[in-house]
Nanobody, 121 residues
Framework: VQLQASGGGVVQAGGSLRLSCAAS????????MGWFRQASGNEREFVAG???????YYADSVKGRFTISRDNAKSTLYLQMDSLKPEDAAVYSC????????????????WGQGTLVTVSS
């Protein structure tokens, strides 16, 4: 199984970025997918998740600003990030687990390598 995250970069506060996570080696449509982030010195935290059926779940800190989506035909997960804040800066990683969304990273089976998001104030 491979999860390849991309789309990170440097953006000014208030700007937008779209992250992608291309999956291979698994039946993508059977997996719940999540985005996590880890800022320097902090623990990895849940950002957003989407179930195989399309149910969405967001951390309170990103509700109304971030949108998670999936394209099962392309085996790809997305995270649209709008109104970015300096505190959103982190390495963002995608993860997969069977069937249901989970917020704790230990409950995920597969991880991508992460993509760095930098937000300048």
């Amino acid at each position: 199984v491979q999860l390849q995250a991309s789309g990170g970069g440097v953006v000014q506060a208030g700007g937008s970025l779209r992250l992608s996570c291309a999956a291979s080696g698994l039946t993508f449509s059977n997996y719940a997918m999540g985005w996590f982030r880890q800022a320097s010195g902090n623990e990895r935290e849940f950002v957003a998740g989407v179930s195989p059926g399309g149910r969405l779940y967001y951390a309170d800190s990103v509700k109304g600003r971030f949108t998670i989506s999936r394209d099962n035909a392309k085996s790809t997960l997305y995270l649209q990030m709008d109104s970015l804040k300096p505190e959103d800066a982190a390495v963002y990683s995608c993860a997969a687990r069977k069937y249901t969304i989970a917020v704790h990273p230990d409950n995920y089976d597969y991880w991508g390598q992460g993509t760095l998001v930098t937000v300048s104030s």
